[in-house]
């Protein structure tokens, strides 16, 4: 719900920008840890991921493990999937037509597979 109503904000705030500025903004709605990473392709691809690459959210509804699941890919590849305790907001966002965005915020070799990837998640408007 706080996510609806941000977005509502952000795109009352939205139409007094110009145009141009428009194109540019980047509301910041979650950053969270990429889960299951160790069970996909974050470890065949770690070499090459980089602070700033693209992701792509891909709704699973009908995942038999939750039904708010996100997947989260890098290139074709997935690499986890955003959190269940943080993924409602999105994918009922998700669910209304928003296309959020993401992209990796930061990587850390440590040994605990939910430290090893973060990644941000925005609304363009």
Do not use: C
Not at 59 to 86: C, F, M, Q, T
Request: aromatic share 8%; glycine share 6%.
């Amino acid at each position: 719900m706080r996510l609806l109503l941000t977005i509502s904000l952000a795109l009352w705030l939205g139409m007094w920008l110009t145009a141009a500025q428009a194109e540019s903004v980047r509301l910041l709605v979650q950053s969270s840890p990429l889960a299951g990473s160790q069970y996909y392709a974050v470890g065949e691809f770690w070499r090459q991921l980089q602070v700033g690459d693209a992701l792509t959210l891909v709704r699973e509804p009908d995942n038999r493990h939750d039904r708010h699941a996100i997947r989260v890919e890098w290139r074709g590849h997935k690499l986890g999937y955003v959190p269940r305790s943080e993924n409602r907001s999105v994918a009922a966002a998700m669910d209304q037509g928003e296309r959020p965005v993401a992209r990796i915020a930061r990587l850390t070799e440590h040994p605990n597979p939910w430290r090893r990837v973060e990644f941000e998640v925005f609304i363009e408007l």
